[in-house]
């Protein structure tokens, strides 16, 4: 993802997912990897997947409301 590779990096993210779908940081990544490529409903997904396991997690939050702006 740091690399601009997002479509590797999704990838890699729902791979590391299947194993531990509790991995809030690969989850999130997973989110801003899919916002990148203008993949909202599926980014906004990933982001309310984050918030569930960590209801407080502000990174997935702040995410959020990035998606509702122009």
């Known amino acids: 993802y740091a690399a601009g590779r ?3 990096a999704i990838t890699e993210f729902v791979a ?9 940081e690969a989850r999130l990544n997973h989110g801003l990897a899919l ?3 203008g993949r ?3 980014a ?3 982001f309310e ?4 396991i960590d209801p407080d997690n ?5 995410s959020l409301q990035s998606l509702d702006r122009p």
């Open 6 to 8: 997002d479509e590797e």
């Open 16 to 24: 590391a997912l299947a194993i531990n779908p509790r991995y809030i």
């Open 35 to 37: 916002q990148r490529l």
């Open 40 to 42: 909202k409903s599926d």
């Open 44 to 46: 906004r997904a990933a």
């Open 49 to 52: 997947e984050v918030l569930k």
């Open 58 to 62: 502000q990174a997935a939050q702040e």
